[in-house]
């Protein structure tokens, strides 16, 4: 199972009977994994198996279509995962669900900061997820996303009533107000 953040602790302990661990802490760097179509958590699962640190930042998204939030990948297609270049690409490499290492060219796959990935983890909530919600504020003109209003305009009266409601004015009907979530509305 996954841990919760969605990320892999890291495994550095080797087992009683396996060859020594000979790569250090300090020759382990982040790196950037493409994985295959809708295998993100799979790559998880996959380094945590292989006891190799990873990654994979999740969001909730309004699917218009399903009408309901879901948890999606901040970065669909790409989990970052901790490892020492080039003495474990082939342990990354052909794991289960990886596509390939982002390269550019032909060169060596670029580490990615340490800090990078400390931002990531330092916005997540307790449930693992990133807040990518936009920050709406009274007086502030929006565009409404989904139907019956579409492309509608307005401006919001109040934010914030708990569950992540707006009261929008509608510029079409004066006098209409409508509350609505605040995904269903884009700042202009």
Known sequence: MISQGFSIPDASHSDAGSKPDVVTAES??????KAKPRDELLCLQEMARREIEA???????????????EVVP???????????FPDDYHRVRWARG???????G???????ED?????????????????TSPELHEGQKVRFLSEPLRGLMGTILKC?????????????LYQAT????HYQVQAI
């Open 98 to 104: 990886v596509a390939s290492l982002v390269r550019f």
């Open 178 to 181: 409508v509350e609505v979530e």
């Open 160 to 172: 914030g009533s708990g569950q992540g409601r707006v009261k929008v004015l509608m510029d079409l």
């Open 106 to 112: 032909e060169s060596d796959p670029p580490a990615i």
């Open 74 to 84: 901040l970065f669909p297609g790409y989990i970052f995962a901790r490892f020492a």
């Open 28 to 33: 382990r760097r982040w790196y950037v994994l």
């Open 115 to 131: 800090e990078v990935v400390r931002v990531f983890t330092a916005n997540m909530d307790e449930q693992g997820l990133i807040d």
């Open 55 to 69: 990654l994979c930042p999740m969001t909730k998204e309004f699917r218009f279509r399903r009408r309901r939030q």
